[in-house]
Every structure is written in C-alpha cells, then in structure tokens.
C-alpha cells in the first residue's frame, strides 16, 4: 500500500518544514529581544499556552514509544502501527496543534507587530504541513486511516474532546443494552 514520495513533494515538504521552523525560531528570538507586552492578562494567557504546548509537544513522543512499535535506535516518529489511543483518540495531530499554541503563546506574551506576523507565518505553514501529513499517513495506512480521519479532527481540540466524550457514553449504553 505504501508508496514512494516524489522527488517534488519532498521538497514541499523541506520548504514548508523550514518555513514553519524559521518562523517559530524567529518568534521565540524576538521575544527575547523585545520587551514583554502591556496588557498583563494577555500575558499570563501567553504563558499558560506556552506550558500547554510544551505538554501536548511532548506527549506524542511517549505515546509513540509505548503504542507505536517503534524499532529500537529509531526516532519516535518511525512508528510501525497506527496509534489512535491516548491523545491520539483526541486529535490526530497534537505536536502540530502544540505548534499553533507556541506560535499564539508568543504574540500573546509579546503583543508586537514583528512577532504576530511572525506567527501568521507560522499557523499558515503549519497548516499546510498537517495537510500533507495527513496525505503521507494515508500512502502508509491506508483505509484505517482514513477512518481514523473521519473520526478524530485534525487539531480541535474542543471537537475531539466532545466526540471521545459522545462515543465513551455511546460505548457504555451499548454495554448495558447488551447486559
């Protein structure tokens, strides 16, 4: 099922990756350059983005060791299953969506011009990247993933939580009515 990437869509790929990391890279050396914005409560909201992205950043890495059958001495993102467990049942996409808030996190902590535009860069690209993700993982899985596409949302949050919460109750009633 898995088929070769073209010479052109991995460089579509590196220019979007490279893009994305330019912007964020340049986001987090302006607000160290630049002095911390004037509203203190857009701030404190930057700040709490800021360590909730660093959680759904790094949340993945574990998931993908422990579900992902990844071989020894390979990088978490080498996985041989699809994981759709943990954080993976909420969005299909967490480090991407962590990515979005850092980018929010920083305009919100640096309330600067250079910075949000810095991060509109950053979302779009983004974006853009979660795309062609989601492309590379159905060359890889195939039709489980494309349910898996149907069922978890690419980065909502609120919508993924919703739908794990809808289909828990869904479970549990079918449990009882089978009882």
Known sequence: MRRRISAGRRAYHAVLFTALGVALIAQLCLLFVLPVGGTRWLVAVGWALFAFSAVLGWLPILTFRLRGRVAKGKSYIHTTELVTSGIYSIVRHPQFFAADLLAAAVMCIAQHWSVVAAGVVAVATNHLTMQKADDDLVDKFGDPYRDYMRRVPRWNLATGIFRR???????????????
């Open 165 to 179: 919460l809808r289909s828990g109750r869904t479970t549990l009633r079918q449990e009882r009515n089978d009882v």
